[in-house]
């Protein structure tokens, strides 16, 4: 592990020149409705499925080929971009309207709103939605829009100078050196396209941590099987192993310039040797020396993302209709429904999670004088 992750700005451009506008050599990609609406006002779409669909330069982790197959996005619509570097829209059909499929995407207000609008009347859906987007500027209120805030990710910029704490990353070269004591045989490994038998194994570790604080762990086989589908194509991994036994292992899956850490899992035999992170920041390195611009952590708020030197971003997940006779539609509501339970779920958690919290300390030591 070194103290500075990731190349100089000159090299990591060089890498995809056309992934950045000129002139914002530290921000992700601003895309805008004049991107993909001509002069005369047209659209340039064409319909594909999941299964046929290729893109060798797609927008994202969340709109690659070998993602909508594996999650079953079915039809889709896509939207070309009009200049080369412009990556493409991505939707799906479901339920009678139309879903984003490139979560993360930074877009402006006025490309949300008129491309909805343009596409629901070329395509004659009943709504559209752009689901965990991170929009500049503010989307005007009107009764035929909805936008729910329930997520946020924590976006690293691997081109800084540092894009951790020198204390952090010594302390965690500290507790590498310990394991090596503690653990002779001990290696740490970078290797491409993790397998199923990998993937199980960071389950297992996975749910027995989640399930000791009395939660649910929400990975299951089928989810497993998507993972691994995904890993084959883009997938890589840090591997610590004790001879033939594997101690920690994560799944990052990298797709242009950017990197998505998507889960990980660690033996709990170590306590004090911080196999997570030592994984996690051995990962961000050798994303770093591919060329890698961002290092997205994804969803939560765990003090680590902040310490790592993370940004937080908040997303907005924006539901538009067509017309008045949307509020009737099945599918429109259903997305209101799921949506707005997910926003207020995330407004409550401040107030519910420590009276949750004090209820199990109660009922555990209640537990214990029984």
Known sequence: MTERGGPTATTAAAADPDRRPAGQPGEPQVLALHDYLADDGTLRLRDETAAGYADPAPGGLYAHPAWLRAYAAGDLVVVEGLRPGVPRLVFAR?????????CLLRLEAALVAGLSERLMARTGAAFAVFEDVEILGPVPARPARLVFNYRNNWRLDLRGPAWASKRLVADTRRKARGLRRDVPDV???????????????????????????????????????????????????????????????????TVGDQAYFLTHGFDPGYPRSRLGLICLINSIEACAARGVHDFNMLWGDQPYKAQLGGERVDLRTVLLRRSAAGLLHPGHARMVLRF????????????????LERLRSRWEAATRKA
């Open 94 to 102: 479901a339920h009678g309207g139309l879903v984003h499929r490139g």
């Open 340 to 355: 707005g339970w997910l926003d207020l779920k995330r407004r409550l958690k401040p107030y519910l999670e420590p009276a």
């Open 187 to 253: 290696t740490i490994d970078c290797a491409p396209a993790p397998d199923r038998a990998i993937l199980d194994r960071i389950a297992t570790f996975g749910r027995a941590r989640i399930e000791a604080r009395g939660r649910q762990y929400l990975i299951d086989a089928a989810e497993l099987d998507r993972l691994a589908t995904v890993a084959a194509a883009v997938g890589h991994s840090t591997l610590v192993r004790s001879g033939d036994a594997l101690l920690a292992a994560d799944l990052v899956c």
